[in-house]
């Protein structure tokens, strides 16, 4: 156990709709990467957020965005869902910058999402 | 895109066997990790080997780091069962933030 959760753990949306994915981190951690997990792939870096600033962006478009809040929560929005959209969706926290382990990331299980 | 290919894609041993898989990657990193995913759900930190270190081990795990070469392995000695999963290695590199970028993985198999 990570202490890392997201919900809901399963979702089916049709294409076109919006989704918004959450996640909760390791209370200290204030740093939450998004990663995307195509079936058969390795997870592709969507984005990173560090104290509720996004400082960092895969090769995603814009219809990808996302929130952080203080309470080491956050979120993953995707707009006009494309059937290429569907994926397990995975967040990752990091512990506080400049602190032992700070480069080590703590994944939650996943949100699956299916777009039909 | 994926940073690295690790090599093999699919791997299938007899538990008490040693698992080794490679892992080769394109550009300068800080560190290179490896983590472990059951069934298609959250992965979970092995190990992390930084750039200027050249071996590493954790338990039944070893890995080493190759900066020359750009490659890396991981082996797992005396496999059991629980060990079947899908391994990864993700390169980081500090530029502003640390992007970690995940290679394709190998799918270990340990036969009972």
């Known amino acids: 156990e990570t202490g890392v959760t997201q919900s809901p753990t399963h979702l089916i949306k049709t294409r076109g709709q919006q989704v918004t994915l959450r996640c909760s981190s390791q209370?200290?951690?204030?740093?939450v990467s998004w990663y995307q997990q195509a079936l058969g792939q390795g997870p592709q870096f969507i984005f990173q957020y560090y104290r509720e600033e996004e400082n960092g962006r895969g090769n995603f478009p814009p219809r990808f965005s996302g929130l952080q809040f203080p309470n080491y929560s956050s979120e993953l929005n995707v707009n006009a869902l494309e059937l290429d959209d569907s994926a397990l969706y995975l967040c990752?926290?990091?512990?506080?910058?400049?602190?032992?382990?700070?480069?080590?990331?703590?994944f939650g299980p996943g949100t699956r999402l299916t777009v039909l | 895109s994926q940073q690295g290919e690790e090599d093999p894609q699919a791997l299938s041993i007899q538990e008490g066997e040693n698992a080794t898989m490679n892992c080769s990657y394109k550009?300068?990193?800080?560190?290179l990790q490896w983590y472990r995913q059951n069934s298609g759900r959250g992965l979970v930190h092995l190990i992390l080997?930084?750039?200027?270190?050249r071996e590493k081990h954790s338990g039944r795990l070893r890995v080493t780091l190759d900066t020359s070469k750009k490659s890396s392995s991981l082996l797992i000695t005396a496999s059991r069962a629980a060990d079947t999963a899908s391994y990864f290695c993700a390169t980081a590199y500090s530029g502003g933030y640390q992007k970690v970028t995940f290679g394709t993985g190998t799918k270990l198999q340990v036969i009972p």
């Open positions: 990752a926290s990091s512990p506080n910058r400049g602190m032992i382990g700070s480069d080590t990331q703590y």
């Open positions: 080997i930084r750039s200027n270190e």
């Open positions: 550009t300068s990193i800080n560190n």
């Open positions: 209370s200290g951690h204030n740093t």
